[in-house]
């Protein structure tokens, strides 16, 4: 028998003393770090690529509501702003 163990490493510090700290909203684990006590996912379960933002973007440019993207894509509203106020933010740059 093979058996696999994965190190998971603190987002934050590196450190490896992590324990598991319960579950958020999406139902992903949450971790704790002992050594600077950031909690936080290690592993989320939506990731967006660069081509479907770009996609939503598209789309949110061509006049559909915020509400009509949310339902068709499935990204949520707030979702959707951060990603329009970051675009916004480069095209000032």
Known sequence: ?????KVY???KCGGTN???NGHNSSGNPK???KDCRASRVLEPKIRY????????????KERA???AIERI??????TLSSWIKKKSKAYQN
């Open 1 to 5: 028998m093979i058996v696999e163990q």
């Open 9 to 11: 490493r603190c987002t």
């Open 18 to 20: 992590i324990v598991r």
């Open 31 to 33: 971790y704790l770090c």
């Open 49 to 60: 690529t660069e081509e479907q933002k770009e996609m939503i973007l598209k789309a949110y």
């Open 65 to 67: 509501s915020m509400r």
């Open 73 to 78: 894509f499935g990204v949520s509203r707030k």
